[in-house]
């Protein structure tokens, strides 16, 4: 079984910043792809950022040049620093992971951490 355990989220102004980091309770870290996701009051849990197993990263349109993922897998974590956040990127903000080398391990979610971006 493996816990993710995210932190970092809370209330922002317009402009602002905010580092997530989600912790993995996991054996083999590296050999999981990790994720952030959101998901807006009435709106469907979509992609953030990725960060693979192989470190090759995706982000989504709506966050390339604000957002930066990253992994650091001694400690087991990955991070999200948000940047120039706007109301639009309120949201809980969910940790994913997904083992990459063993494809009938099933995806893992952590509680998830609100993020507000209001003035």
């Known amino acids: 079984q493996v816990h993710l355990e995210e932190s970092g989220g809370g209330l922002v102004q317009p402009g602002g910043s905010l580092r997530l980091s989600c912790v993995a309770s996991?054996?083999?870290?590296?050999?999981?792809?990790m994720a952030w996701y959101r998901q807006a009051p009435g709106k469907q849990r979509e992609l953030v950022a990725a960060?693979?197993?192989?470190?090759?990263?995706n982000y989504a349109d709506f966050v390339k040049g604000r957002f930066t993922i990253s992994r650091d897998n001694g400690k087991k974590t990955v991070y999200l620093q948000m940047n120039r956040l706007s109301p639009e990127d309120t949201a809980v903000y969910y940790c994913?992971?997904?083992?990459?080398?063993?494809?009938?391990?099933?995806?893992?979610w952590g509680q998830g951490t609100q993020v507000t971006v209001s003035s």
């Open positions: 994913h992971a997904k083992n990459s080398l063993i494809a009938s391990r099933p995806d893992y």
């Open positions: 996991v054996t083999v870290f590296i050999a999981y792809d």
């Open positions: 960060v693979g197993s192989n470190t090759n990263i």
